[in-house]
Protein backbone atom coordinates (compact mmCIF):
# COMPACT_ATOMS: atom_id res chain seq x y z
CA UNK A 1 0.00 0.00 0.00
CA UNK A 2 1.62 3.12 -1.16
CA UNK A 3 0.70 6.38 1.53
CA UNK A 4 0.57 10.00 0.56
CA UNK A 5 1.17 12.82 2.22
CA UNK A 6 1.03 16.09 1.11
CA UNK A 7 1.87 19.71 2.86
CA UNK A 8 3.08 23.32 1.57
CA UNK A 9 -0.25 24.66 1.10
CA UNK A 10 -1.76 28.03 2.49
CA UNK A 11 -2.91 31.97 1.95
CA UNK A 12 -1.36 33.61 -0.47
CA UNK A 13 -2.49 36.74 -2.68
CA UNK A 14 -3.15 36.49 -6.25
CA UNK A 15 0.46 36.58 -8.35
CA UNK A 16 1.51 34.71 -6.11
CA UNK A 17 3.54 31.33 -5.72
CA UNK A 18 3.03 27.97 -4.05
CA UNK A 19 5.17 24.71 -3.98
CA UNK A 20 3.00 21.91 -3.07
CA UNK A 21 5.03 18.55 -2.13
CA UNK A 22 3.80 14.96 -2.15
CA UNK A 23 5.75 12.77 0.31
CA UNK A 24 5.15 8.88 -1.20
CA UNK A 25 6.11 5.87 0.65
CA UNK A 26 7.09 4.13 -2.64
CA UNK A 27 9.35 4.30 -4.96
CA UNK A 28 8.14 7.12 -7.36
CA UNK A 29 9.82 6.17 -10.35
CA UNK A 30 8.52 2.39 -10.10
CA UNK A 31 4.36 3.18 -10.27
CA UNK A 32 2.65 3.88 -13.55
CA UNK A 33 1.48 7.28 -13.09
CA UNK A 34 0.96 10.15 -10.30
CA UNK A 35 -0.96 12.97 -10.30
CA UNK A 36 -2.64 16.44 -8.50
CA UNK A 37 -6.19 16.95 -8.37
CA UNK A 38 -7.75 19.94 -6.66
CA UNK A 39 -11.29 20.45 -4.94
CA UNK A 40 -13.06 23.65 -5.21
CA UNK A 41 -15.96 24.09 -2.38
CA UNK A 42 -19.09 23.23 -3.88
CA UNK A 43 -17.25 21.68 -6.83
CA UNK A 44 -16.39 18.12 -7.79
CA UNK A 45 -13.07 17.07 -8.17
CA UNK A 46 -10.84 17.99 -10.80
CA UNK A 47 -7.33 16.87 -12.81
CA UNK A 48 -4.82 19.64 -12.36
CA UNK A 49 -1.34 17.95 -13.74
CA UNK A 50 -0.06 14.45 -14.43
CA UNK A 51 3.39 12.44 -14.97
CA UNK A 52 3.63 9.40 -16.27
CA UNK A 53 6.39 6.16 -15.12
CA UNK A 54 8.29 7.70 -18.83
CA UNK A 55 7.94 11.11 -17.83
CA UNK A 56 5.23 12.35 -20.21
CA UNK A 57 3.77 15.00 -18.62
CA UNK A 58 0.12 16.69 -19.22
CA UNK A 59 -1.87 19.72 -18.14
CA UNK A 60 -5.60 21.03 -17.61
CA UNK A 61 -5.62 24.15 -19.59
CA UNK A 62 -6.50 26.36 -16.68
CA UNK A 63 -2.90 25.87 -15.20
CA UNK A 64 -1.07 25.62 -18.47
CA UNK A 65 1.98 27.97 -18.35
CA UNK A 66 1.63 28.60 -14.86
CA UNK A 67 1.62 25.25 -12.95
CA UNK A 68 4.76 22.55 -13.22
CA UNK A 69 4.68 18.98 -11.98
CA UNK A 70 8.04 17.30 -10.88
CA UNK A 71 9.34 14.63 -8.91
CA UNK A 72 12.24 13.62 -7.25
CA UNK A 73 13.07 9.50 -7.34
CA UNK A 74 15.67 10.26 -4.56
CA UNK A 75 13.14 11.95 -2.43
CA UNK A 76 10.29 10.06 -3.64
CA UNK A 77 8.45 13.12 -3.33
CA UNK A 78 6.15 14.73 -6.42
CA UNK A 79 5.71 18.53 -6.32
CA UNK A 80 3.25 21.12 -8.03
CA UNK A 81 4.98 24.37 -8.00
CA UNK A 82 2.30 26.98 -8.31
CA UNK A 83 2.85 30.50 -10.27
CA UNK A 84 0.70 33.34 -10.76
CA UNK A 85 -1.78 31.80 -8.47
CA UNK A 86 -5.25 33.49 -8.77
CA UNK A 87 -8.30 33.46 -6.60
CA UNK A 88 -10.30 30.46 -9.17
CA UNK A 89 -7.15 28.29 -8.23
CA UNK A 90 -8.92 28.41 -4.50
CA UNK A 91 -9.29 24.79 -3.79
CA UNK A 92 -8.25 21.25 -2.16
CA UNK A 93 -5.29 19.99 -4.02
CA UNK A 94 -4.55 15.85 -3.92
CA UNK A 95 -2.03 13.80 -4.41
CA UNK A 96 -2.91 10.77 -6.81
CA UNK A 97 -0.94 7.55 -7.44
CA UNK A 98 -1.57 4.74 -9.56
CA UNK A 99 0.42 1.65 -8.36
CA UNK A 100 -0.43 -0.20 -11.50
CA UNK A 101 -3.81 -1.16 -10.27
CA UNK A 102 -4.73 0.15 -7.34
CA UNK A 103 -5.16 4.14 -6.45
CA UNK A 104 -4.17 6.08 -3.83
CA UNK A 105 -4.79 9.55 -2.86
CA UNK A 106 -3.36 11.69 0.26
CA UNK A 107 -6.07 13.53 2.76
CA UNK A 108 -5.25 16.99 0.92
CA UNK A 109 -4.05 20.58 1.52
CA UNK A 110 -5.86 23.89 1.22
CA UNK A 111 -4.58 26.36 -1.31
CA UNK A 112 -6.09 29.64 -1.03
CA UNK A 113 -5.85 32.60 -3.21
CA UNK A 114 -6.86 35.78 -2.01
CA UNK A 115 -5.97 39.49 -1.12
Known amino acids: QVQLVESGGGLVQPGGSLRLSCAVSSNVESVADMAWYRQAPGKQREYVAT???????NYTDSVKGRFTISRDSAKNTLYLQMNNLTPEDTAVYYC?????????WGQGVQVTVSS
Open 96 to 104: YCNDWGPVY
Open 51 to 57: ITLGGSI
